[in-house]
């Protein structure tokens, strides 16, 4: 069995993410969790080519659980600290009663900003 990637923006779409844009907020939802999000620990961190960690997000800080069966990647304003552009790879786990687990791979797509 293999971990779904999840793309952003989706892959093949028209949309794209240059260096510097608002990315709007992600919502899960889990009708038939078999977590209650509000007592499990969630953390995504995301790396670009050369290891290096751009993003790391956990509850409370930049991932909002807003029930036991829905929590949210915040929006990433213009404010917070620009990516690199490329492809940054990552993934998102929990950790609930003691056990964790990895529920996506994810990669970013963000392309080079060329306004400043």
């Given amino acids: 069995m293999s971990i779904e990637t999840l793309y952003i923006p989706p892959k093949n779409s028209d949309t794209f993410i ?27 961190q995301i790396k670009d080519k050369n290891g290096k960690i751009v993003i790391s997000l956990s509850n409370g800080s930049g991932i909002t659980v ?8 915040d929006e990433r304003s213009k404010d917070d600290p620009i ?20 529920i996506y791979d994810v990669e970013y797509n963000i392309l080079k900003q060329t306004t400043v």
Avoid: N
Avoid at 83 to 102: A, F, V
């Fill in 83 to 102: 990516l690199p552009h490329g492809e940054l790879k990552g993934d998102i786990q929990y950790t609930y009663e003691g056990k964790t687990k990895t």
């Fill in 18 to 44: 240059k260096q510097g844009d608002t990315i709007g907020k992600i919502e899960f939802v889990w009708d038939d969790a078999t977590v209650d999000w509000t007592q499990a620990e969630i953390k995504m």
């Fill in 66 to 73: 807003e029930s036991s069966v829905k929590w949210v990647i």
